[in-house]
């Protein structure tokens, strides 16, 4: 079984065809969890999972200053910048779905974003609401590496280190150690296979604190020749396997044991 434990399959890109997109993962045994970023997408996330056996959930709330500037709200015209007191009560309305397995995504961002304060606060918020309902947290921490592993450290012994999951880790080698040192997991993107900074981080973190995610359809591990946009999806997640075995120096079906292994284990996913 192979895992992507982070895309965004309510995004417009899979609009049209996300049967075949799920087919396709399903025929090479993947299981797909879909990151809700805010209100609008976490309904949609949790529709999908409700059609697909092979679709799970994470519950977010991402940062919307960072989500503004970035264009979503234009892009997504019947999403409104949630209320994160509002969303939570609806997140805990979701406790007992078997579907739902973590919250994310979450945390910081200061690559467009910049209300560091206000962020903070709501990245506090979800912290906690990952704790109270005894879930991972997948975090985004886009130019702002230090500043989320500042916040996550206030909660030692009240999160459990091995549910913290460092989405797409950007942070140089000394936070990458300090983070593997505490016990996080980091979740690997398929563009590893053209990136030498998440090769690097491979090489550094423990197979047991590893999984895979596309973070789709972003960060596809192809380019097209005419430098325009690829959109991932989760059959890719095979290509980060192959960077993953050639820098563990390990087998390919040693590392897909050991990600399922991992999945089962932070994840409480019996399959």
């Known amino acids: 079984m192979l895992i992507d434990i982070h895309c965004h399959l309510d995004h417009y890109m899979y609009k049209e065809d996300l049967k075949e997109v799920l087919a396709r993962a399903e025929k090479q045994g993947i299981r797909v969890v879909s990151a809700g970023i805010?209100?609008?997408t976490n309904k949609i996330c949790l529709s999908i999972a409700e059609n697909y056996e092979n679709v799970f959930v994470s519950l977010g709330f991402y940062p919307a200053d960072s989500l503004d500037r970035e264009g979503y709200y234009k892009e997504n015209p019947d999403a409104k910048i949630s209320n994160i007191?509002?969303?939570?009560?609806?997140?805990?309305?979701?406790?007992?779905?078997?579907?739902?397995?973590?919250?994310?995504?979450?945390?910081?961002?200061?690559?467009?974003?910049k209300d560091l304060e206000k962020q903070t606060i709501e990245f506090k918020k979800m912290i906690e609401l990952a704790i109270e309902l005894d879930k991972p947290i997948v975090i985004h921490s886009r130019d702002a590496e230090a500043e989320a592993l500042t916040v996550i450290s206030q909660y030692r012994?009240?999160?459990?280190?091995?549910?913290v999951i460092l989405h797409c880790f950007s942070g140089k080698k000394a936070l990458i150690r300090e983070a593997v040192k505490k016990g996080y997991c980091f979740s690997i993107p398929t563009n590893i296979v053209r990136s030498s900074s998440f090769k690097q981080l491979v090489k550094i973190c423990p197979i047991e604190q590893i999984f895979t995610e596309t973070d789709g359809p972003y960060l596809s591990p192809f380019k097209n020749e005419d430098k325009s946009f690829n959109r991932n999806e989760p059959a890719n997640i095979k290509e980060s396997i192959k960077i993953i075995a050639e820098v563990k120096q390990i087998t390919i079906e040693e590392v897909e044991k050991a990600l399922e292994s991992n999945f089962k284990r932070v994840f409480g996913v019996k399959i």
């Open 38 to 40: 805010d209100s609008y």
């Open 157 to 163: 012994g009240k999160i459990k280190p091995e549910k």
């Open 85 to 113: 007191d509002e969303e939570i009560a609806f997140i805990k309305t979701q406790k007992d779905n078997k579907k739902f397995i973590a919250i994310g995504e979450v945390g910081l961002d200061l690559f467009t974003g």
